[in-house]
């Protein structure tokens, strides 16, 4: 059994080694570049490292969070070699935060959040419906806590989405809207809720069923 335990943590430190070793990697590759941009310090074209951050360091999700949230979102996420890893890995924090209420979870899904486009920008939005859905009230307890505007557009983002890819879109704005008014039944005020309900009943969604 102690055998065991000690080869575990020997794995996790390896890990955190490759991680660190990676990040120092891609830093001292952007570095290069500026400074060749900004002085002529090399004598000839600088060799520009090839970083890459496996799968093996995205799977270990507290140290890779750690990185994350420490602004290094946009290093981990362009020096994936692999898409599906990195989509994994945002399914993971998403559902730690549903299970294990943790800042470093929210901060996590900010920061991926603000540099997401393209295939990642769309996972998000299923990501942060799943948050509403099944999340909400820690959510909106750490968005009310790190007053952070910009999550709500995080959220928006997801419902939206969720309505424009349904087949049935009145019929799931009708739904969103039912959510909406039983989550305003625990708080005395909700300016999330408040604003999100006028974006949909904007719409024209005000119709029977809808209160």
Known sequence: MITLLIKNCLFQIINIKLLITSLVCITMSYCGMEKKHKVHVFDKEP????????????NNIDSTTAIIVNNNAKLIINNSVDDNCILRYVDSISKRFIKS??????????????????????????????????????????????????????????????????????????????????????????????????????????????D
């Not at 060799?47 to 995205?58: E, F, H, K, N, P």
């Open 101 to 210: 209420p943790n800042k470093m979870y929210f901060k996590a899904l900010e920061r991926v959040y603000d540099i997401s486009d393209g295939y990642l920008s769309e996972y998000m939005a299923m990501v942060s419906y799943q948050q509403f859905e099944e999340n909400f009230e820690v959510f909106y307890g750490f968005y009310i806590t790190e007053n952070n505007i910009k999550m709500k557009n995080f959220i928006f983002d997801g419902i939206i989405a969720h309505i424009e890819f349904s087949d049935e879109k009145m019929k799931t704005k009708l739904e969103i809207i039912r959510l909406c008014n039983s989550y305003k039944l625990i708080y005395k005020e909700n300016e999330l809720l408040d604003d999100l309900l006028i974006l949909l009943k904007g719409n024209g969604i005000e119709g029977h069923g809808a």
């Open 47 to 58: 060799t520009i490292m090839i970083s890459q951050v496996d799968c093996s360091i995205l």
